[in-house]
């Protein structure tokens, strides 16, 4: 007999679809991938099939028995970006079904970085918090943390590179790649203008916020390239956007407003802690309290935003650096 989770997990959309919530063991729960058919040759595209675990791949066991159908019907996998709840069973279905993997050159570029040949992001990440006041024993943890994800991206995918402005036909219509910068290197939502959809993977979430975070080598400004990518979405005429987490919703403009005025507020909250300098470790946990205690991959989140969003009142002269040692602090301009 299924569980409630199990009988709730696959559901199905207008057209044909089917999103899968693929389980994810963090506080997210799960990740949204759909399947989207074409009627003219039976076939499939997947939409981010999720993190490879057992219990994600007895989930998709049990949405291909439901659905009637065999690997061998997925024709395209498609990845909105590389962050491994999205990408770590790329390369288990490409295995099985033998279909192309399809995403931005500068996403798998940062795939790479983090669980290729020779990785040094582990070690690069460690640094950049320790600059900026993490502690050494959570610093410790931070290799273990990430190494811990190579399991769960394995094996990766032989990758066929997408772009900005690429058409894609699938599901009975075409799509137009739209880069969106900010939440992920080479981060790509999906339109397709003539029934109004929108497929924009963790860019644009309802209920909650995606992360905007500062990673080593992004080029810095990932706050302000995330704004700018919301100004550029917010012209889309939108019926249905379709999100890599929560339930697909119509309020596409609307929920980017949220958005904006959601960072507005933070940047504000920010700027009245900086009457001295401070660590952004310290203003990290301030601002993130119990949800980062005693877990290092919400910590990570939360430190990486703390980061994006503190480079950001820099950029507008609303704070600056300052140098203690080989530390770094933030205050007030």
Sequence with gaps: MKSAAEQDELTMLDGGWARL????PFSLRYVNAYL??????????????????????????RAVDRLGITYDGIQRIVLTHMHPDHYGLAGWFQHKSGAPVLMSRASHAYAKRLW???????????????????????????????????ALVSPQPEVTYIAEGDRLAFGGGEWTAIGTEGHGEGHLCFYRPDARLMLCGDQVLPDITPNVSVVPGSGGGELRRF???????EAYDVAAAFPGHRDPFADFAGRIRELKEHHARRLDMLAGWLDRPIAAYDLCV????????????????????????????????????????????????
Excluded: C
């Design 227 to 233: 704004l700018a990518s919301l100004d550029r979405l």
């Design 36 to 61: 989207i058919p074409d009627a003219a040759d039976g076939g499939y595209t997947l939409i981010d099939p999720g993190l490879r675990t057992s219990a994600a791949e007895e989930a998709w066991e």
């Design 286 to 333: 301030r601002m993130f309290g119990e949800r980062v205690g005693g877990n290092i991959h919400n910590l990570r989140f939360a430190m990486s935003e703390t980061l994006a969003h503190l480079d950001h009142l820099v950029d507008e002269g609303r704070a600056e650096r300052v140098r203690q040692g080989d530390r770094l602090q933030y205050k007030r301009r």
């Design 116 to 150: 290729g040949e020779g990785r040094t992001f582990a070690a690069e990440l460690t640094a950049l918090y320790g600059k900026h006041g993490m502690p050494a024993e959570l610093l410790g943890q931070i290799g273990p943390h990430l190494e811990s994800f190579v």
């Design 21 to 24: 919530k693929v389980p994810l």
